[in-house]
């Protein structure tokens, strides 16, 4: 998803690219912060070691299905 700062955030005008912390927290509460003026945040960091879990799994599905696909 693409967004861009509201001005009492950032300074910053370009377009950033981001997850909605609303959905992170139903998947992965411990992930998402919520600041004093209660606004949320994603930990990006904390989603690194779960992305690239989920790849590993899509990669045995994939090597498994060619495999399937290259015997018939």
Known sequence: MSF??????????????GL????VEKIYPNLVYK??????T???MGLIPLMLYQM?????????L???NELK
Do not use: R
């Open 20 to 23: 909605i912390a609303q959905e």
């Open 56 to 64: 590993k799994k899509m990669n045995k599905i994939i090597q498994k």
């Open 4 to 17: 861009k700062w509201k001005d009492e955030f950032s300074e910053n005008k370009n377009k950033q690219y």
């Open 35 to 40: 600041d004093t003026n209660s606004n949320l």
């Open 42 to 44: 994603v930990n990006y």
């Open 66 to 68: 060619t495999e399937n």
